[in-house]
């Protein structure tokens, strides 16, 4: 079924690419969430991802992977030229707790939201997250908002495995430091 459906949506079927549009649209709107930290960003990116995977569409290759590798990656792609874009910059976890942010894993479109200082547990570790820099948080967010095997990741980002472990490995030594209120040494 899905199989057909990516095909008749390669030969420019408008119907079956919203059927997909709607298949994918929360995966790739979690991840951009995930790593842009910005409800709005995220629907900028999102939209920009399904005209790019529209008009890319005859790129695509099942034998390389599957459609949702292939949109992880030019999600995750889009937030790194959103970022770029916008000038956007890393938040470390104090300043976000300075700021009353409330980051919830099951967003709405708006991600920061005024607040009181208490943070749950899971917002914490959102906003602990979201202070990674640009070369772990998308390791991250692949790995714990979507569980994606480290396979898929090293294919998303275009990176060896090892480098994958790696990342993932010193992204939990950072979240640990940040989470439990360490200082990194």
């Not at 459906?5 to 030969?11: A, D, G, M, N, R």
């Not at 709607?22 to 790593?35: D, E, K, L, Q, W």
């Not at 938040?91 to 005024?114: M, W």
């Not at 990674?132 to 294919?155: C, F, H, K, M, W």
Request: hydrophobic share 35%; proline share 2%; glycine share 6%.
């Amino acid at each position: 079924m899905m199989a057909n459906l990516v095909e008749k949506w390669q030969q420019g079927d408008r119907d079956a690419f919203e059927e997909l549009f709607h298949s994918y649209y929360n995966m790739v709107r979690r991840t951009a969430i995930g790593i842009l930290h910005d409800g709005g960003c995220a629907e900028d990116v999102v939209q920009e991802v399904f005209v790019s995977a529209w008009r890319s569409r005859h790129s695509f290759d099942s034998q390389k992977g599957s459609l949702a590798t292939w949109l992880h990656r030019i999600t995750v792609n889009q937030c790194a030229r959103h970022g770029k874009k916008s000038g956007a910059k890393d938040v470390s976890l104090e300043e976000a707790q300075s700021r009353g942010f409330q980051i919830s894993v099951n967003t709405d479109c708006s991600t920061q939201q005024p607040d009181t200082n208490e943070f749950s547990e899971s917002e914490r570790m959102m906003a602990a997250i979201q202070s990674l820099n640009g070369t772990y948080r998308p390791v991250v967010v692949l790995r714990y908002l979507n569980d994606l095997p480290y396979s898929e990741i090293a294919q998303v980002l275009e990176i060896p495995l090892g480098t994958v472990k790696s990342r993932l490995s010193e992204a939990v030594k950072i979240l640990r430091r940040k989470f439990t209120g360490e200082e990194a040494k």
